[in-house]
């Protein structure tokens, strides 16, 4: 799981990069016309990348993988519960 993790935080980082670099470039020469001149069409990052919300996308993420039982360790605790209280299979 917190390999998993990992990966999508690594993953998460190369997007910001990747949309950081496009931000640049377009920075540079992206612009809009406005009124008699033109003006650059983001002047700020967070309104190209919300990085906020790539986040919070991935946190949900994880805390929906944490709230379903599933995987690879899904029921180990409640069967180690059971035993410890006297009622498992062995």
Known sequence: MMVMDAVEYREQDK???THFLAWQSMRAR???KSGKGYKSAFPRFRMFYDVKKAMGQV???RNAEKGKQGG???G?????R???EGGGDG
């Open 15 to 17: 997007s910001f990069w």
């Open 30 to 32: 992206g612009t809009k």
């Open 59 to 61: 946190e949900k993420s």
């Open 72 to 74: 690879r360790f899904g």
């Open 76 to 80: 180990l605790g409640e069967f180690l």
């Open 82 to 84: 059971k035993r410890k």
